[in-house]
């Protein structure tokens, strides 16, 4: 069932950067910043591979991304504005966010003040949540906006880098595609096991709920 959820999600995500160029990875990266799990770290190599082709300028690429990243943060941060944590914590069920993130977000906002918003962003899983702390500590919200794009540009931009060299090296060198087309089926099984662990997780998270 994981494998027919990944090769969904991998449609998807090919399907709406293809026919949607530059707004596609905005809206991708969009939803990926309001919690919902669509990482990242699929969508923006994916576009750095396009770049790769020459359909996508890497710079546009990365700016497309952290647009998206500000466009999705907006629903995080008017939950945490308007309903505190009570509110996260009784909604984010739905999209697998269980208290270990969000009490990580909270220390680290707390720890970093409104800087915590630019240097979230630049870190795996602390990305995805700072909003919520950031909403309920009522941060301005030009300075949100500023350190979210700021903040997102880098990663947005690494990852793209990441797919653009990976992508020519996979269209100039026939080595690298044999040894991928005869690793199939250990790919494969990376990904199954890698995207149960991540659900894994997530639930369990969820059920530390007292």
Same mark, same amino acid.
């Given at each position: 069932?994981?494998?027919?959820?990944?090769?969904?999600?991998? *449609?998807? *995500?090919?399907?709406?950067?293809?026919?949607?160029?530059?707004?596609?990875?905005?809206?991708?990266?969009?939803?990926?910043?309001?919690?919902?799990?669509?990482?990242?770290?699929?969508?923006?190599?994916?576009?750095?591979?396009?770049?790769? *082709?020459?359909?996508?300028?890497?710079? !546009?690429?990365?700016?497309?991304?952290?647009?998206?990243?500000?466009?999705?943060?907006?629903?995080?941060?008017?939950?945490?504005?308007?309903?505190?944590?009570?509110?996260?914590?009784?909604?984010?069920?739905?999209?697998?966010?269980?208290?270990?993130?969000?009490?990580?977000?909270?220390?680290?906002?707390?720890?970093?003040?409104?800087?915590?918003? !630019?240097?979230?962003?630049? !870190?795996?899983?602390?990305?995805?949540?700072?909003?919520?702390?950031?909403?309920?500590?009522?941060?301005?919200?030009?300075?949100?906006?500023?350190? *979210?794009?700021?903040?997102?540009?880098?990663?947005?931009?690494?990852?793209?880098?990441?797919?653009?060299?990976?992508?020519?090296?996979?269209?100039?060198?026939?080595?690298?595609?044999?040894?991928?087309?005869?690793?199939?089926? !250990?790919?494969?099984?990376?990904?199954?096991?890698?995207?149960?662990?991540?659900?894994?997780?997530?639930?369990?998270?969820?059920?530390?709920?007292?």
């Amino acid at each position: 069932m994981i494998e027919h959820i990944l090769g969904i999600l991998a *449609t998807f *995500t090919i399907w709406v950067i293809s026919s949607g160029g530059y707004l596609g990875i905005a809206l991708l990266m969009a939803i990926e910043s309001a919690c919902i799990p669509l990482p990242s770290e699929i969508i923006m190599p994916f576009a750095g591979y396009l770049v790769s *082709t020459g359909h996508f300028n890497l710079y !546009l690429a990365a700016t497309a991304g952290a647009i998206g990243c500000n466009i999705g943060s907006i629903p995080a941060y008017e939950l945490g504005k308007r309903g505190g944590r009570p509110a996260i914590e009784r909604w984010g069920r739905y999209v697998l966010i269980g208290p270990g993130e969000l009490d990580a977000a909270d220390r680290f906002f707390a720890r970093f003040g409104n800087s915590a918003v !630019l240097i979230g962003r630049l !870190l795996p899983v602390i990305r995805s949540f700072i909003a919520f702390p950031a909403g309920v500590a009522r941060m301005k919200l030009l300075p949100f906006h500023v350190y *979210t794009f700021v903040g997102s540009w880098p990663w947005c931009f690494g990852l793209a880098w990441l797919g653009m060299v990976l992508g020519e090296k996979w269209n100039s060198d026939p080595r690298l595609k044999a040894a991928f087309h005869s690793a199939d089926a !250990l790919i494969g099984v990376v990904l199954v096991a890698g995207a149960g662990f991540y659900i894994w997780h997530r639930v369990r998270g969820m059920k530390r709920k007292p």
